[in-house]
Every structure is written in structure tokens, then in C-alpha cells.
């Protein structure tokens, strides 16, 4: 009878064997004793002990080859732009001068994204460092926090880049660190090849701390950090199945770690933020409820642009609104309101990300109220009851709009790129409550549909007109259109444009309006796949009506 399994000699040099009685061949060739066991051998654990210690040995190795190429560099020439970064190998001549780049870096970060698609989540967690990972630069952390933090203002900036300059144990966690370095890469062309490595060695790493077996520790305020910049990486990158999936994740995270409810600075409970200080610390406190309002936008915009049911219920939402940008930089402690009392209340002031989670919520119902009113199939049994909603949404749009800044209304704010995401918000909100009922009017549904329609193409027209102006307007328009909600707002008032409505403008202005946008995102679709894919489907559109005129 053939044994089952491979003789003990065999299976420990990983050789091929013909399990032959009573010697295999092998054994028999070169004297060894052979014995065949009689099950599987099971798993002792000691065999990630030795992963561990290898890959702690490679980081020593790393470490000590650094600190000879220090010494050997004292005299005059620079050291790495993170001189108690120990975490990672130092900055390859990479994206840091306009001239100075070497292409060669980039062909082996490709070959490293490879291998980090493929890291089994304890070769990916066996250390805060590994060498050969796609380096850390200041460089691409600059990028992030100078052009694309607006889009997610929840990291305290001076305490993240001393954390990420300190020793390894208080660093945070590598997931964080790298899709933090690849959104400031995709911003740069010159960068650009490296921000999909990157991203895979973030969600790398990110899933590998997700299956850590301590529990507790798998993951913490930063990760729920990480797990948004991923989705808002993969949205961009237009993998929308994987973003909502990664958002999901993220929400869920925050959910666990009670970020929806009230924190006050006296309570009892804590967090683990691992790199971030006490959770006593005031700056803690508004990074985590920055997070969960940055958290709440991305859940209401994924509802309004992809129709996936919402994950947040705001009824359960008890955290209070984020404080003005300077408290939260100085770490001055500033009083907010909840989301409730502010929108019962609309006098009170707000921040721009405040102001920011106001105008998803309302653009969120507006899309849900329109929805509800397209499966009524013309049913007028409850005109009242969505009127009354109408007419609420409308209201605290006008009180939203009121509340904004001075510095921060048209045109003083286009050169901020919250501001104008607010205002493109507004605008589309608009444009949600009144497309409907304008294109229901004018289909000839109601009785009364001139009295519905005249109104309604008013209101439609300005939207569309303001939001043309928004972008005709401001000086970096490529910037902008890297968040897809905002080139999704292109595209379909290039949609209302190019459609037969009457929204108050005469066909050329319309027509000429239409191609503007059409280049704007052709433009922006240099870096940005969502914006190129839209700007395809509206040139086929101008064809189309070209062909037909």
C-alpha cells in the first residue's frame, strides 16, 4: 500500500517524493533514514514566531545599513527629510525637485506594489516597517495636506507629521502613513506612478491590522482614518464597488469606536489613538468628531450620486458639529452644536466642514424626496405631504445659504476649495427639488403644470447658471474636478443643457456652456479617470446634437 503522505526526509528539504516501501528513492539514493508519517502534521504556530523575527531581523539590517550611509554623508550633503523616521528606507530622488527624478525608483515601487498585492496579512503586520516598501517622503505628505486635505479636513497636520517623525512605537499605523503619501502622489503628474503602489500597500496593511488577532488593537481612530482616504482614493480611481465597500468598513469602524455620539473632554471612556495623543486631548476629541462628519458626507453624497441605501441613521447621531479650522489647528477648545439643534437653530455660526455636513444632508434629502416622488408613477394622493417636505428642505437651503461667511460667498470664496464644494452642493440641491417637477410639468402630467413648470425652470436655470459661473470662475478648476461628486455635478448640468427644457437661456449660450464643461473635464481627465469617462459620454452628446442640428 503506497503511503499518503511524503517520507519526513523528503517534506523537510521540500523535495518531490515517489513514496516507495520501504525506502523512497531518494533515501534510498543518498542513505538517509526514512520514515512516512501517519497524518498531517498540525500547526504549532512556531512557524510565524520565525516570520516575525525574520522580518524584525531585515528591519535591523535596514536600520544599521541607514545609520553607516548617515555617517558616510555627515559632511555636507543632505540626510532624509525624516531624520527620526525609522519606520521606513530613506527618500529615493523621487518627487522631490522639478529636475532631479529618477525614473529607475519607479520601475522597482512598481515591482514592490506586486509583491504588496500579494502580502498575507502576517508578512504585512509583522513590522511597522519593511525594507523595500515604497518609501514615506514628506514630499507627497506635503502634497496631501496642501491640495487634497480639503476634501477630508480631519487630520491635525503639525501632530500627524511629528507622529510620523518619531520613533517607531508611537508612529501611526503604516496604513494610514501610505494612502496619506498617495493621495498627495495622485495630485502631482511627476508623482503619479507611485500612488497606485502606494494605495495597494495601504490596503495591505489596513487588512492586515483588520485581522489581528489581539482584538482591540486591530484597529483605532487612525484606521478609520485610513479605511476613508482608501474609499476616497478608489472613487476617484473610479472603483465605486470598491469604495462603497471600503466606506462601509470605515463607518463601521467609527460606529464600534462611538464616534456618533457626544464625547466631552471630562469622560471617562477612551479611545486608542495609537500615535495621537490622550483622548483627553481637546485636538483628539475634534479629530474624532472630524472624522465621523467626514464619514457622514461621504455616506450621504454615495446615497445621492449611486442610489446605495444609506448606512448612517442621523437619529442616532448625538456627536457634535466640528469646530472652525484655527481652534482645531491651535488646539484652542471651541463649544459646537449637534446637527439637529443646528438645523432647528439656523442663526448659529458654523464651520466650513459644518457647513459642508449641512449641505450633504439637505442634497441627500432632496435626492430621496425626489426618488419617493418618481415611484408614485403620478399618484397626487400625497401632493401634501411632499410639498411639506419641499417647502422644509427649500427653507433651510435659504438658511444654510445665509449662514455661510461673508469671506467665504461668491466670488470672495472661490479660491477655497471648501467653500466652493458648498456652493456646488447648494446648487444641486436645487437642482434635485425642482428637475422633476419641471420635467413632470412640462411632460403635461398636472392640470396645473404651467403653474408648477414656470417656477420650477426658474429655479432650474439659476442652479445651472450659478454652477457654470462656479467653475467659468475659479483659477484651479482641475483641483475641483478631482472629487468626483463635483464632476458629477458637471456632467449633469452639461445633461440639463443639452436637454430640450426651458430653463431660460437661449440654445447657443446653452450649447456654448455645455462645451465648456466638456473641456474643463477633458481637462481634468488627465489625472482624473471619472472626469475623463464623463467628458467621453457628453462628447458623444455634442455629436449627437450637432448631428441633428
Known sequence: MTPRFSCLACKDKKQSCDRALPKCSRCSRQGYNCSYPDKRKTATGKRKQVRDLEAKLTLLEARVDRSHSRAAHASGQNTSPHAGDESLPPLPETCLAAGGRSPGHLGSLQDDSTRGDALTSNEAAATDGIAG?????????????????????????????????????????MCLQYIVCATGASHESTCQPLAMPLYQQARAYAEADEMDD???????????????????????????????????????????????????????????????????????????????????????????????????????????????????????????????????????????????????????????????????????????????????????????????????????????????????LIQMTILSLYKPTMQSAQGGNRRNSSYIANPSCKHVGNAVLHIVNIFKSMEDINTALQNPIQSYAVHTVALVLLSNSDIGQDEASKVASAKFLQRSLRQAGKTSPIALSLSEQLELKLAERDGLS
Not at 516598501?133 to 514628506?138: A, E, K, L, R, W
Not at 487634497?148 to 497636520?157: V, W
Not at 433651510?396 to 461673508?406: F, M, R, V
Open 214 to 424: 489581539e482584538g482591540q488593537r486591530s484597529f483605532d481612530l487612525a484606521h478609520v482614518q485610513a479605511w476613508l482616504l482608501i474609499a476616497n482614493f478608489e472613487a476617484r480611481k473610479g472603483l465605486f464597488s470598491r469604495a462603497a465597500v471600503s466606506l462601509a468598513r470605515s463607518i463601521r469602524m467609527a460606529q464600534m469606536l462611538n464616534l456618533h455620539r457626544g464625547r466631552r473632554n471630562d469622560e471617562t471612556e477612551t479611545l486608542p489613538p495609537r500615535g495621537f495623543g490622550s483622548s483627553r486631548d481637546w485636538i483628539v476629541l475634534e479629530e474624532c468628531r472630524r472624522t465621523w462628519w467626514c464619514l457622514y458626507v461621504s455616506d450621504r453624497l454615495l446615497f445621492a450620486t449611486s442610489g446605495l441605501p444609506s448606512i448612517i441613521d442621523s437619529t442616532q447621531v448625538h456627536a457634535s458639529l466640528p469646530a472652525y479650522d484655527q481652534a482645531f489647528q491651535s488646539g484652542c477648545p471651541e463649544e459646537t452644536s449637534t446637527l439637529q439643534r443646528v438645523l432647528h437653530s439656523p442663526d448659529r455660526a458654523c464651520s466650513l466642514l459644518a457647513l459642508r455636513v449641512l449641505a450633504a444632508s439637505l442634497f441627500h434629502r432632496a435626492v430621496y424626496l425626489s426618488d419617493s416622488r418618481k415611484t408614485e408613477d403620478g399618484d397626487n394622493t400625497n401632493d401634501e405631504a411632499y410639498w411639506g417636505i419641499h417647502k422644509t428642505i427649500e427653507n433651510e437651503l435659504i438658511s444654510l445659504q445665509s449662514a455661510i461667511p461673508e469671506s467665504f460667498r461668491l466670488p470672495h470664496g472661490l479660491k477655497c476649495q471648501q467653500s466652493v464644494f458648498i456652493h456646488v
Open 133 to 173: 516598501d515604497p518609501p514615506v517622503t514628506s514630499e507627497m505628505m506635503k502634497l496631501y495636506f496642501e491640495k487634497m486635505n480639503h476634501a477630508t479636513p480631519m487630520i491635525h497636520r503639525s501632530r500627524y507629521e511629528t507622529c510620523v517623525e518619531s520613533s517607531s512605537a508611537n508612529q501611526p499605523p
